[in-house]
Nanobody, 126 residues
Framework: QVQLVESGGGLVQAGGSLRLSCAAS????????MGWFRQAPGKEREFVGA????????YYADSVKGRFTISRDNAKNTVYLQMDSLKPEDTAVYYC???????????????????WGQGTQVTVSS
């Protein structure tokens, strides 16, 4: 079992920045990849990015590439999503998630995670 808790969401103006955190517990954090997903009102949940178990590989959706950065601190059992140059279309509930048996590349390719956090709201005003 893996428990995930996101934090760091909020209201920000377009062009601003936010950093989301996701604290994990329950299994050896350094043994599995982590992903970030988001769901905007009236839209399907979509992949944002993923990071491998050791942080050596990262993958991003085209819509956030160059603006968002995923990192992890295995000593703190935490994964981060640094979001810069935010746009109103980034407004969504953001979720961290994982599928311990998969890879970060697999999540990028569409594999659905087994474990999800409760989500944190990010609102970008124009």
């Amino acid at each position: 079992q893996v428990q995930l808790v996101e934090s760091g969401g909020g209201l920000v103006q377009a062009g601003g920045s936010l950093r989301l955190s996701c604290a994990a517990s329950g299994r050896t954090f350094s043994s599995y990849p982590m992903g970030w997903f988001r769901q905007a009102p009236g839209k399907e949940r979509e992949f944002v990015g993923a990071i491998s178990w050791n942080g050596g590989s990262t993958y991003y959706a085209d819509s956030v590439k160059g603006r968002f950065t995923i990192s992890r601190d295995n000593a703190k059992n935490t994964v981060y999503l640094q979001m810069d140059s935010l746009k109103p279309e980034d407004t969504a509930v953001y979720y961290c998630a994982t599928k311990p048996s998969a890879t970060a590349r697999a999540m990028y390719g569409g594999t659905i995670p087994d474990y999800w956090g409760q989500g944190t709201q990010v609102t970008v005003s124009s």
